[in-house]
Structures are given as structure tokens and as C-alpha cells.
């Protein structure tokens, strides 16, 4: 009788551990999907080039650069980032990270791959943040 009872005090333990969990990620996670958002624009800032043709008054792609933290979907109930250009930028970043090419194939702009660069850069300050996210939530 005494292991019964036992059982079901750390099996309602259990419960409310993963309900107190979900309640600091739920509070936590739109600053961790900031971090990460603020992580890879700034590593995205480090690779795109600044062209020097163009004066001061120019928008470089480096200086329009945003961070949006999405909103729950319906669905799953989880929020994303979005790192994208700004509004006089924006319509440049497939070009330059695909690169394109002229009618007779030879190679117009290069393709840097700025996007995948930044990602795989970011990739460790990502892990850190998510890490630190999941400590609080274990041991709050």
C-alpha cells in the first residue's frame, strides 16, 4: 500500500514539473527566438559585402537587415524568427546569395551563400541559447 501511494505522489510530481516547464518556455521562449534572430543577423552583417560605388545616402544590405519574431500558428502553437532585408533591400537577397547568371551563362553576379554562411556560423551562439533556454526551464 505504501509503494502505491508513493507511485502516484511522484507520478503528480512529474506532472506538474512538465506543466511548470511549459509555462517558462511558453514565457521565454519569444527572448531565446530573439537571441537567435539578433545572432544571425549579426553574423549575416559580418559576411555581406559594402560596395564602395555607390554614396552615402546608398541602403548597403548589411545596414537593412531585420528580425521578426512570428507569431504562434495556429496549428502547432510554435513561434519562429525570421531574419530577412528590409524594405529597399529585401528583393536583393536571392540575387546575391544564389548569385545569377546572363543570357549567354557566364556568371553576372557571384553567389556568395551568405544565408547558409550566417546559419552555420551562428550555429554555436544558436546551440548556447537554446541550451541555457532549456536549463532555466529544468530548473526553475
Do not use: C
Not at 512538465?18 to 559580418?46: F, H, R, S
Not at 502553437?77 to 537577397?93: E, I, P, Q
Amino acid at each position: 500500500m505504501t509503494v502505491d501511494i508513493e507511485y502516484k505522489d511522484t507520478l503528480q510530481g512529474i506532472v506538474q514539473d512538465i506543466l511548470k516547464m511549459e509555462n517558462v518556455l511558453e514565457k521565454d521562449q519569444e527572448g531565446a527566438l530573439q537571441k537567435i534572430g539578433n545572432a544571425i543577423k549579426k553574423e549575416t552583417q559580418n559576411i555581406l559585402p559594402k560596395s564602395d560605388e555607390y554614396g552615402d545616402g546608398y541602403k548597403h544590405m548589411k545596414n537593412d537587415i531585420k528580425v521578426t519574431i512570428n507569431g504562434k500558428r495556429k496549428r502547432t502553437g510554435v513561434t519562429g524568427v525570421t531574419v530577412h532585408g528590409g524594405k529597399l533591400t529585401a528583393y536583393k537577397w536571392h540575387m546575391l546569395d544564389d548569385g545569377t547568371r546572363n543570357p549567354d551563362g557566364s556568371v553576372h553576379t557571384r553567389a556568395i551563400h551568405f544565408t547558409s554562411q550566417a546559419m552555420e556560423k551562428a550555429g554555436p551562439q544558436i546551440e548556447k541559447i537554446i541550451d541555457d533556454l532549456i536549463g532555466r526551464v529544468a530548473h526553475d
